[in-house]
């Protein structure tokens, strides 16, 4: 088993229509690509020094070719989305691990 994990820090005057987006369409067309089998969407419970709101957003794949042809097809794309949609108000960083 894969997770992909995105953790974003969403400026706090965004953070409620975030999470919102994300909801209604970011994960239902990450989801739809078909390379993610489940996710999970969390809130990080800790306080930004910058009064920032972070979340965690876990995709589950079961091999690493479903990961691949999603960096590859969808990724871009899906990625742009926010951008166009939230500008500089949100910062995503994403890792990717292997259950042992």
Known sequence: ???????????????????????EKHISDVMET????????????????????NYAVQYF?????RMQAYHQKFAPQLQADVKKEFGDSCASFRTLLKEI
């Open 34 to 53: 078909g390379c993610f089998d489940s996710y999970k969407f969390f809130e990080l419970l800790h306080e930004s020094e910058d009064g920032s709101i």
């Open 1 to 23: 088993m894969l997770l992909y994990n995105v953790t974003v820090n969403v400026d706090k005057a965004q953070a409620a229509r975030w999470v919102q987006w994300m909801k």
């Open 61 to 65: 794949t079961s091999d690493m070719s």
